[in-house]
């Protein structure tokens, strides 16, 4: 069975005129197989739309290949773009002047769906999507959330077994943000789709992804297994509970010894969060604690989320370039 994408030293490289070149993506090497959800995550700026954009044989690469299910998107590209349907950044494969309906009927034509099955899908989306009502109504007359509903259609409409997703909840509300993420889950767990997601609410892509890729100025810095790659950072996180919801508090806990730590209150308590600096153990803040006589509750390990692990690597990653 063939990889799902395989990426071969894949880089985009754009000229300036009057500066040097910009080097957007570079060396990139990615193997994602049938039916697995994968993080691929970064800052702004670091290569992930125009990684996404190459994939989908919308930007062409200075170097390297892109292949989904075995078809490379530039020697064969028809096949390729039937293997994958895509979400981007702001709606953008969509168009405004047309209606919902006609969107789906003219991208599924486009990935070689006609007849009855056109239609048949067609209409099975917009009602789960709950826009049945609205298929003759132009798309530049709906909201964002029910504009990003129509773009999600629009690239599931020929059952793609690949779907890549680049920022889907951009700029959505609570509750058209939830039918999204309800959505790829559905498309993950129940139709076994390979899922790329790229997104900056890291909780959505700790839940969704079994696997993340994050990557800086172009290039990767981790491939791991969201699992593993939480515990890797597990044993330096310790959560601390204080009975004690002074506003001075934090001032106080400032002092101590830990990485990037995250004070919160809760119920009249204060919860503090974070990874210990490197050579203090656990007993030289508890007894660093005793001298600035903080009534401690408890103290346990904690696991770090998905975003403190992010904002841990990309930092270390950038203290690393000369």
């Known amino acids: 069975m ?18 040097p070149p910009l080097q957007a993506v570079a060396d990139l ?14 800052p702004n700026g670091a290569g992930k739309t125009t990684t996404i954009k190459m994939i989908c044989g919308l930007v062409e690469p200075t170097t390297g290949h892109a292949q989904l299910n075995g078809f490379d998107v530039r020697r064969q590209r028809s096949m390729a773009m ?15 002047r047309l209606s919902a309906w006609q969107n789906l009927l003219y991208f599924g034509r486009l990935k070689g769906v006609g007849g009855r099955v056109l239609r048949q899908r067609a209409e099975g989306l917009l009602k ?52 999204v993420k309800e959505w790829v889950k559905q498309l993950a767990r129940t139709q076994g789709k390979t899922i790329v997601l790229t997104t900056h609410q890291l909780d959505m892509a700790e839940e969704l992804c079994e696997r993340v890729v994050i990557i800086r100025q172009g290039e990767m810095v981790v491939d791991e297994p ?16 204080f ?72 930092r270390t990653k950038t203290e690393e370039r000369p």
Request: charged share 20%.
């Open 226 to 241: 969201t699992a593993k790659l939480l515990s890797l950072f597990q044993q330096e996180y310790y959560e601390l509970r």
């Open 243 to 314: 009975d004690l919801a002074d506003a001075t508090l934090a001032d106080q806990l400032a002092t101590l010894p830990l990485v990037h730590p995250t004070v919160t209150g809760e119920n009249g308590q204060t919860l503090l969060t974070g990874a210990l600096a490197e050579d203090v153990t656990i007993y030289q803040l508890l007894a660093q604690l005793e001298g600035h006589q903080i009534p401690l509750l408890s103290v346990k390990r904690a696991q770090p989320n998905l975003e403190e692990v992010f904002v841990e690597v990309t």
């Open 2 to 19: 063939p990889t799902a994408i395989e990426l071969t030293q894949l880089s985009k490289t754009y000229a300036k005129r009057g500066s």
């Open 82 to 96: 039937r293997q994958v349907g895509a979400v981007l950044e702001g709606t953008r494969n969509i168009y405004w």
């Open 128 to 179: 789960e999507l709950e826009l049945w009502e609205r298929r003759g109504d132009e798309v530049k007359e709906f909201s964002r959330g029910m504009q990003q509903k129509v773009a999600i259609a629009c690239a599931l409409i020929a059952d793609p077994p690949i779907v890549l997703l680049d920022e889907p909840t951009l700029g959505l509300d609570v509750h058209a943000a939830r039918t």
């Open 29 to 42: 090497n990615l193997t994602v197989p049938p039916g697995q959800v994968i993080g691929f995550l970064g």
